[in-house]
């Protein structure tokens, strides 16, 4: 018996540059697929550390969908100046869970 299985297609989800300024800075976020499918792929993110949605950063969107024959969806964050002096804070953007796909966990 022979086994031809195609390799189910992964998600990864990366963000750069690794760092951005509150005062307008800016980082772009990807989800790509590891090759096309014929079904529109979900993936909801979580958004986590110590920055704070809508005092530090905008653009947080916890849901995107990477139509069929496509590989890839992108979205922007934008850091926002608040009046707070503060230390370095941090973002933690996560993928929390993929429709029509299998989600590896590396």
């Known amino acids: 018996v022979t086994n031809t299985a195609a390799a189910k297609p992964t998600v ?7 760092s951005f300024s509150e005062n307008g800075g800016k980082v772009t976020c990807s989800l790509t697929l590891s090759k096309t499918t014929t ?4 993936v909801k993110t979580t958004y986590g550390g110590s920055a704070k949605a809508g005092t530090d950063y905008t653009g947080q969107r916890a849901t995107h969908t990477i139509k069929a024959g496509n590989k890839s ?8 100046a608040d009046t707070t002096q503060e ?3 941090s973002l933690i953007v996560e993928i ?3 429709t029509n796909l299998s989600l590896m966990h590396t």
């Open 39 to 42: 079904k529109d792929v979900t």
């Open 87 to 89: 230390a370095n804070e």
């Open 96 to 98: 929390d869970s993929v």
């Open 73 to 80: 969806t992108s979205w922007r964050l934008t850091g926002k």
């Open 12 to 18: 990864t989800l990366s963000c750069s540059p690794a």
